[in-house]
């Protein structure tokens, strides 16, 4: 039995990576070829779905949109999630429990309770269509879940690493960007990669908040339609190049990952 060990992950895998190969077999043929024919590869093998998207400014921008809010919500969070996770795993007050539990439920609400309010005052306030907007919107689930990642990893730094460092000279910020940060280096890294991944795949808020300028890449995938159906080619060259982003993060902060698994946080 230990020969063929290997043969359960082997067919898992291969499993799991049969949706992926399929959309990327079906972003090779045109939309006729999908709907009449089954064939585990192109018969008529094309490149035209995915030259629609680089050359038409509807597909190509919605990427770099798409890019551009999931990077700003990611650094918007991060940055606001820091100083309240020291304060969480670092001091004792009144009612941090409570606080600490308030700020979890946020993140336990669907984004369609949100969604009528958001686009309410982001429109009084003329930040309806744009980038930002987007961001500020999914702060709303990613600093909570940003905070309750970050404590974690910082109250398994002892408390003394602190104390040492005030002894030592160190103000408060010297210490905290030169000597605490790059302790937690693995949180701050796996924190990233889960509000990248919220904001990058998080489709109602997006397109409830933005119209033609700002229009992210889901939000353009669901108006492929036409008088002839649905353009799948299309549709799949589309949700191919979306993997892509995501397949990069996940590479750069993998070591990060599996630190977050093996210190019980994630």
């Not at 958001?118 to 744009?130: E, G, H, I, P, R």
Request: net charge positive; glycine share 4%; aromatic share 18%.
């Amino acid at each position: 039995m230990k020969k063929f060990k290997w043969l359960v992950p082997t067919i898992y895998i291969l499993f799991l990576m049969l949706p992926i190969y399929w959309l990327i077999n079906m972003s090779f043929k045109t939309t006729s070829e999908i709907i009449n024919t089954y064939s585990l590869w192109p018969r008529q093998f094309t490149l035209d779905n995915y030259i629609t998207i680089f050359t038409d400014s509807t597909w190509y921008m919605g990427y770099v949109n798409s890019i551009t809010y999931t990077v700003f919500n990611t650094l918007i969070s991060v940055s606001a999630a820091l100083p309240a996770a020291y304060a969480f795993s670092r001091y004792k007050f009144l009612g941090d429990k409570h606080l600490f539990f308030w700020l979890l439920t946020n993140r336990m609400a669907p984004p369609a309770v949100f969604a009528l309010p958001f686009f309410q005052f982001y429109s009084s306030v003329n930040l309806f269509d744009t980038h930002i907007a987007i961001a500020l919107s999914h702060c709303l689930f990613n600093i909570p879940l940003a905070v309750w990642i970050l404590e974690g990893f910082m109250s398994s730094v002892p408390k003394e690493l602190d104390e040492t460092a005030y002894v030592d000279g160190y103000s408060f910020g010297r210490f905290f960007f030169k000597i605490f940060i790059p302790t937690i280096a693995a949180g701050i890294g796996i924190t990233m990669f889960f509000c990248f991944m919220f904001s990058w795949v998080e489709l109602l808020l997006a397109k409830t908040l933005t119209a033609t300028i700002a229009k992210p890449i889901a939000a353009i995938m669901t108006r492929t339609s036409s008088s002839a159906g649905y353009e799948l080619g299309l549709l799949a060259a589309a949700g191919t190049l979306t993997i892509i982003p995501g397949a990069v993060v996940i590479y750069f902060v993998r070591n990060y990952i599996a630190k977050g698994f093996a210190m019980g946080r994630v």
